[in-house]
T-cell receptor
Framework: NAGVMQNPRHLVRRRGQEARLRCSPM?????VYWYRQLPEEGLKFMVY????????ESGMPKERFSAEFPKEGPSILRIQQVVRGDSAAYFCASSRDRVGAKNIQYFGAGTRLSVL | DQQVKQNSPSLSVQEGRISILNCDYT??????FLWYKKYPAEGPTFLIS?????DKNEDGRFTVFLNKSAKHLSLHIVPSQPGDSAVYFC????????????FGGGTRLMVKP
């Protein structure tokens, strides 16, 4: 019973390049969340998706960032024209249903993005 | 505007003693609270949670206490073990305001043998 799978684990990009981060949720989970962690800080919510729908993107920067969760395949977080400030750990989480009374978000190991 | 705060960045405890990690929040709409444990280069691992209708939840060595009037929760680990050394994050969600978790900044726990 695999957990949340993220790849790559480490990604190095030069300024101006594109970064694509992938996340496969746990089996049976249809809700996916992306969080970003800057050094020495807590995790900050970015976006919440269900299959083929963006439900809440209130934490996403307005430019250069996009996310999708297609009908088939993993969720993708895409960062265009990366800048040094995008260097961070990006975590994906999944849950079976809406987080609230009983549904817990389970996290992947993260993708560490370094922008040179 | 930090809605969830963990005011102690680090805590050192002797093996076998109790570890108490604290968390304060400001948003009265939060109704579900979680604690996660994180090792370096790994993702957060869920530990224990509590709904706002309760004031205590226990799971083995871990107990979470919630004081709604003070907007304060705490995680007790007893007895503490060296393998508990990690960064602990508290997180909160508002059930009717979306699914996002709002995290505190974390407390690094060191359990000395």
């Amino acid at each position: 019973n695999a957990g949340v799978m993220q790849n790559p684990r480490h990604l190095v990009r030069r300024r101006g390049q594109e970064a694509r981060l992938r996340c496969s949720p746990m089996k049976g989970h249809s809700h996916v969340y992306w969080y970003r962690q800057l050094p020495e800080e807590g995790l900050k919510f970015m976006v919440y998706l269900q299959k083929e729908n963006i439900i809440d993107e209130s934490g996403m920067p307005k430019e250069r960032f996009s996310a999708e969760f297609p009908k088939e395949g993993p969720s993708i977080l895409r960062i265009q024209q990366v800048v040094r400030g995008d260097s961070a750990a990006y975590f994906c989480a999944s849950s079976r249903d809406r987080v609230g009374a009983k549904n817990i978000q389970y996290f992947g190991a993260g993708t560490r993005l370094s922008v040179l | 505007d930090q809605q969830v705060k963990q005011n102690s960045p680090s805590l050192s405890v002797q093996e076998g003693r109790i570890s108490i990690l604290n968390c304060d929040y400001t948003n009265s709409m939060f109704d579900y609270f979680l604690w996660y444990k994180k090792y370096p280069a790994e993702g957060p691992t869920f530990l224990i949670s509590i709904s706002s209708i309760k004031d205590k939840n226990e799971d083995g060595r871990f107990t979470v206490f919630l004081n709604k009037s003070a907007k304060h929760l705490s995680l007790h680990i007893v007895p503490s073990q060296p393998g508990d050394s990690a960064v602990y994050f508290c997180a909160a969600s508002a059930g009717n305001a979306g699914n996002m978790l709002t995290f505190g900044g974390g407390t690094r726990l060191m359990v000395k043998p």
